[in-house]
């Protein structure tokens, strides 16, 4: 009997060692996982920098690029078909207004000049002639009459080939720097073939372009300030017109200033990097740009709200390098985040690491 009572102890022993090994291990693992627990929600906190936001000033500038256009830029081209017999400037140099550049063959013309002067002559002694025999009543009204109209029609003939005349000497209509001249002595032109061109640079235009949404805030006389690549030199001007409708492709409206020239550095044609300074702006929000995010329907910031996070749709402004204007959506004292953007969620736990000042 005692055999069957050793086997049956030795089996419960064992069972209780299985049993241990089973059990104790889940009662620690219960034990730690409050501690566990803990962690899990520490390193969920996100953190992060902040900006509290402020009303500040504004200065208003709008950046953009520029075309820079002659004062006045004429393309010379004859009125008339004829060759060229002379040329009289040197290109690249300043012309006065009126100064003969070009002289068209005009012999045909002056042939004809001769041969109407002569029959003008005729036509004035045979009207002298018909005037003695219509005072002694020889010569009748009608036959007076037109005689006198051959004479008329003559001189006007006179006139018409004098004004063709003036046409084969091509002056400067204004007064600039002539360009490099397309044609020769001895070059058959007619009104189709552009021979040169004056530019007046005595001062110098520029075109540029600002979007829409500024119509309201730029009025004419604003001053620009403008730079030109090649040059170190800062260049100023002031806003005189404008194209009176908004261009339909890019939603812009075409301004143009105008600005001194002195010793005609600025040449037709070079691009400028144009500042436009509007009127500043007072109790404007500005935020950091990386604190902006851009959604489906327009823009959104994420603030801090008793520890967690809040998105917040806004309304943008005025955009600078490093900051944007925000219209709408929120208020001085709310703190922005502005850094682990894109770990937020809404309601995520937010602990702000450093304030920083845009100042």
């Known amino acids: 009997m005692k055999k069957p009572v050793k086997y049956i102890s030795l089996f419960l022993i064992i069972v209780v060692i299985i049993a241990a090994i089973i059990i104790v291990p889940k009662l620690t693992s219960t034990q730690d996982k409050p501690g566990e627990n803990t962690g899990n929600k520490r390193s969920q906190t996100v953190l992060a920098d902040a900006y509290v936001l402020k009303n500040t000033t504004l200065e208003n500038n709008i950046k953009t690029v520029g075309t820079i256009l002659a004062n006045e830029e004429v393309e010379i081209r004859s009125e008339v078909s004829k060759k060229i017999s002379g040329i009289h400037f040197k290109e690249g140099t300043y012309v006065g207004r009126g100064r003969t550049l070009f002289t068209l063959d005009n012999a045909d013309l002056y042939a004809r000049l001769r041969k109407l002067e002569i029959q003008e002559d005729l036509l004035e002694k045979k009207l002298a002639r018909n005037e003695q025999l219509k005072e002694k009543g020889l010569l009748a009204e009608e036959d007076y009459d037109i005689s006198e109209t051959e004479l008329e029609q003559v001189r006007?003939?006179?006139?018409?080939?004098?004004?063709?005349?003036?046409?084969?000497s091509i002056r400067a209509p204004i007064s600039g720097i002539v360009g490099l001249r397309e044609v020769s002595r001895g070059s058959y032109v007619s009104p189709s073939v552009p021979l040169t061109t004056i530019q007046d640079v005595s001062k110098i235009k520029i075109d540029f372009s600002i979007p829409e949404r500024y119509i309201s805030a730029f009025k004419v006389g604003q001053k620009i300030k403008f730079k030109v690549d090649g040059m170190n030199d800062d260049f100023e001007g002031e806003v005189y017109a404008f194209e009176p409708k908004v261009e339909g492709n890019t939603r812009?409206?075409?301004?143009?200033?105008?600005?001194?020239?002195?010793?005609?550095?600025?040449?037709?044609?070079?691009?400028?990097?144009v500042t436009l300074n509007l009127d500043n702006i007072t109790n404007a929000m500005m935020v950091p740009t990386e604190a902006v995010i851009p959604i489906l329907k327009g823009h959104q910031v994420y603030i801090v709200k008793d520890g967690k996070a809040q998105p917040i749709d806004v309304e943008i402004g005025t955009r600078l390098s490093d900051r944007v204007q925000i219209l709408s959506g929120l208020n001085p004292g709310d703190t922005v985040i502005i850094t682990n953007i894109l770990r937020l969620k809404p309601g995520a736990d937010v602990k702000i690491e450093k304030t920083i000042n845009l100042d």
């Open 252 to 273: 812009s409206l075409i301004l143009r200033a105008v600005s001194s020239n002195a010793g005609r550095k600025l040449l037709p044609g070079t691009f400028a990097n």
């Open 156 to 168: 006007a003939d006179i006139d018409i080939l004098l004004i063709d005349i003036s046409k084969t």
